[in-house]
Nanobody, 115 residues
Framework: QVQLVESGGGLVQPGGSLRLSCAAS????????MGWFRQAPGKQRDLVAQ???????NYADSVKGRFTISRDNAKNTVYLQMNSLKPEDTSVYYCNADTFGSNFWGQGTQVTVSS
């Protein structure tokens, strides 16, 4: 059974930081491209950041320079370090695992940026 379990969300003030984690089980983690997406109420789910199985990264323009995605294949975990958070970063953040023929989602974790 495949599971992607996100953690680390919460309430933070503007300018603050959070670190999201996504622990994967039931997959050969090292061959998957991993990503973080976010979805605000009434909006589509958008890519935030991706990290390929080889370690290459890709970011949405809105988070470049503020967010960093990383992975630890030994722990089957992908991280999203979020700095200089803004109110517009408020969303549910979802972890995604993708490879040829397989695509899985986590249940999401809420991030709220508010004073």
């Amino acid at each position: 059974q495949v599971q992607l379990v996100e953690s680390g969300g919460g309430l933070v003030q503007p300018g603050g930081s959070l670190r999201l984690s996504c622990a994967a089980s039931g997959i050969n983690f090292s061959i998957y491209n991993m990503g973080w997406f976010r979805q605000a109420p009434g909006k589509q789910r958008d890519l935030v950041a991706q990290i390929g199985f080889g370690g290459d990264t890709n970011y949405a323009d809105s988070v470049k320079g503020r967010f960093t995605i990383s992975r630890d294949n030994a722990k089957n975990t992908v991280y999203l370090q979020m700095n200089s958070l803004k109110p517009e970063d408020t969303s549910v953040y979802y972890c995604n695992a993708d490879t040829f023929g397989s695509n899985f989602w986590g249940q999401g974790t809420q991030v709220t940026v508010s004073s």
